[in-house]
């Protein structure tokens, strides 16, 4: 919906109705022929079944009053709706019109709202989490901003997380969950398809199969322990538990644990070759899902209610 507010639109929308009055304007001139007391009848020029032709004989009087009257009425409408455009600045509180009153609803809107998320601002997010009034706003936040991607339960869909289990790819702790809710996230898988031959990519995929007892070529999977050691311990740790395993200074990169049976894109074959080949948010062809970042349109106060509810969807937490 904010891509329908940008300064394109106003010039858009402006540009097409400017060209439709002057389009109205022309055909209304080119059409005010004048025709002399005595001259010969002026004719079209075109002739239809051989002997039928058309006099050019000026408009009546009053389809012409009727026409100029409606042109002067569309340009004084769309100057007061305004239908021409009305950014008259880069900041939404200086402009006028439609806008002005967008800005200033919203401004209200915060400013009654407001009281309500600020007054948990203090609250430390563990016992915010178990406020009932408070999750019930938490709540409404998540089923308004974050329930496109992760669902209404939490539970998420292919690429977007399930938020109820233990599995965290940055942190589950209170603060971290915070974080990325304020910054946002952007892990990228490198795509290998340059790197590694078919064959080698194949042999990974297998290994990677069996790091969480599923069946794999065997075969295939034991020529896949050197590829995965030499090409992926870097990010997913030598034994393949994800760089949260290695300590908080990897966390950053939210590699995943690929032992523990959860997928975000799938456990099939196919679905592990694909990430392996095409890398994942790296590119054309990659599977494109980044968390964006809501400090700016949420603001703190929202967000640290929203995180504590987050937080609170995991029931079993470990």
């Known amino acids: 919906m904010a891509d329908f507010i940008s300064s394109f639109w106003d ?12 389009l109205c304007i022309v ?3 080119a059409n005010m ?9 002026q004719m079209q020029g075109h002739v239809w079944d051989e002997t039928l032709r058309e006099y050019n004989n000026p408009l009546p009087r009053w389809w012409l009053i009727l026409f100029v009257g409606t042109v002067v009425f569309s340009i004084v409408y769309l100057v007061i709706y305004p239908g ?4 008259l600045s880069t900041t939404p509180e200086n402009d006028a019109g439609l806008r002005k009153e967008y ?18 601002k203090g609250t430390p997010l563990l016992a915010l989490a178990g406020n009932k009034e408070a999750m019930e706003t938490g709540q409404r936040l998540f089923l308004t ?23 965290w790819l940055y942190g589950g702790d209170p603060d971290t969950i915070k974080t990325s809710i304020t910054e946002g996230r952007a892990g990228v898988m490198t795509p290998f398809a340059g790197t590694l031959s078919a064959e080698q990519i194949e042999d990974a995929a ?19 322990k050197d590829v995965f050691a030499a090409n992926c311990t870097v990010c997913h740790g030598a034994d393949g538990k994800g760089a949260l395993s290695m300590g908080a200074a990897f966390g950053a990169l939210g590699a995943p644990d690929l032992t523990d049976g959860v997928w975000l894109y799938g456990n099939s074959l196919e679905a592990i070759k694909d990430g392996i080949t095409k890398g994942r948010n790296s590119g054309p062809g990659s599977f494109e899902n980044r968390m964006p970042a809501w400090k700016e349109f949420l603001g703190e106060d929202k967000i640290h209610i929203l ?10 937490r470990k």
């Open 145 to 167: 901003y974050c329930a496109q991607c992760h669902a209404s339960s939490g539970k998420g869909s292919k690429g977007y997380p399930n938020l109820t289990d233990n599995d």
């Open 84 to 87: 021409f455009g009305n950014r």
């Open 33 to 41: 022929t004048k025709q002399k007391p005595g001259a010969s009848p």
């Open 27 to 29: 055909l209304m001139v």
């Open 103 to 120: 800005a200033d609803e919203v401004k209200k809107a915060n400013e009654e709202v407001g009281k309500k998320f600020a007054a948990y």
């Open 206 to 224: 297998n290994y990677v199969l069996t790091l969480s007892g599923l069946d794999a070529d065997n075969a295939s999977a034991a020529r896949g």
């Open 307 to 316: 995180a504590a509810y987050v937080y609170s969807l995991n029931k079993d």
């Open 11 to 22: 010039l858009y929308v402006a540009g097409l109705t400017t060209f439709g009055l002057l």
